[in-house]
C-alpha cells in the first residue's frame, strides 16, 4: 500500500480506508468516478480558499456540486474570500491540487464540510498524491473529521 501523510494521518485516528491508484493520468471527475466504479458524487473535493494573507480554510464538496459563494462568504462572516493559488495550496496543506486532503496537514486548518458529502455510503478523498485516492465510508470521513463545521455550501434547496 502506498504511504502518505494521509495514509498514515487515517491509520493513527483508527479509520478504516482503502487505497485506490488509477492506471494512468485522470483528465476529469466522470473518469475517476468511472474508474473507481462510484458516481460523480461520490468524489470529494477539497477545495482552499484564502480569507486573508496566511489565513486559509477547506471545504469539502461532493463531486460536481459548485460552492455558493454568497453562502460562504455569509456563513464566515466576511465579504471577501478567493479560491487559494496553486502555491498557496501546496504551501498551507502540503498537498498538490488534484491531491488535497483534510487529512495529515501540516498545520490545524478549518475544514468546512457540505452536507452532501454524506449522502452516499461510500466516498472518495484525496490521499496526497495526483492519481491515487483514498475510499472510505463517509460517515467514517464524518468520524475522522469531529471538529469540522458540517452546513450547506452549495446550491441547496
Known sequence: MI???VTRDLQSRGIPFRVFTHPGPV???????????QRPEQIVRSIVFRL???EFIMVLVAGPAQISWPTLRQYLGVSRVTMASQEEVLACTGYQTGAVSPFG???P??????EKVFQPDEISIGSGVRNTTIILR????????PEAEVGCFVECN
Open 109 to 114: 486548518m478549518r475544514i468546512l464540510i457540505d
Open 138 to 145: 463517509s460517515q467514517e470521513l464524518r468520524r475522522a473529521l
Open 3 to 5: 504511504e502518505t501523510p
Open 52 to 54: 486573508a494573507a496566511g
Open 27 to 37: 483528465h476529469s471527475l466522470e473518469q475517476a468516478a468511472q474508474e473507481r466504479n
Open 105 to 107: 496537514l501540516p498545520a
